[in-house]
């Protein structure tokens, strides 16, 4: 595997900056460290973050984001966060297709850090649609993740978020508590 087209859409507001003397300025290096180590080979990630418009931090916590080439997007609440989100995995989808000449056979992978995967149909749909094109689908959890969470089984791998940020391992592709103990 040569080259990848891989974006990363962050909910700030469901999975914040993790503490302990992490900042921002080493998590795309640790990003692509990550894909690196578990097979996703990429030297370009794009990444999104979105944050509810109510967010009163201040311009310095702002610029870290555009200085780390971050891309902020500012789009309100819950919902629009989410539908920003669909409306990002879609142009992302129409403008790395593999009908443009030098995209054919590319590597493409999509990462996604939200809390509203098991809540929202939309964005789960729009994941499969991504999978089924061939879209190898990653997704970062909290620790207090669900086995019910719907998106989980079209994952290629997932992480933990703290894991994901620090370049970690992912815990590979989604097996349920339940699966886990039927195989013992």
């Known amino acids: 595997m040569g080259e990848a087209i891989t974006a990363l859409l962050w909910d700030l507001e469901d999975f914040p900056i993790p503490i302990n003397g992490r900042c921002l300025c080493s998590f795309v290096e640790n990003i692509k460290s990550a894909l690196r180590d578990a097979g996703y080979l990429n030297d370009s990630v794009t990444i999104y973050v979105y944050s509810d418009t109510k967010n009163e931090s201040p311009p310095a916590f702002w610029h870290e984001f555009i200085h780390a080439g971050i891309l902020v997007r500012h789009v309100g609440d819950k919902h629009s966060r989410v539908m920003s989100m669909i409306e990002d995995i879609v142009l992302f989808g129409r403008v ?13 992978h999509l990462i996604v850090v939200s809390k509203s995967i098991p809540e929202d149909p939309l ?13 190898n689908i990653l997704l970062a959890q909290h620790d207090d993740h669900d086995d019910y969470d719907k998106a989980l089984p079209i994952a290629s791998d997932v992480w933990l978020w703290e894991t994901l940020f620090d370049g970690g391992e992912p815990l590979g592709p989604y097996v349920t508590d ?4 039927e195989e013992s």
Not at 96 to 108: A, F, H, L, V
Not at 178 to 181: G, I, N
């Open 123 to 135: 964005l789960v749909r729009a994941l499969e649609a991504m999978k089924e094109r061939g879209y």
């Open 96 to 108: 790395n297709r593999d009908d443009y000449g030098s995209r054919i056979g590319t590597p493409k």
């Open 178 to 181: 339940t699966d886990s103990e």
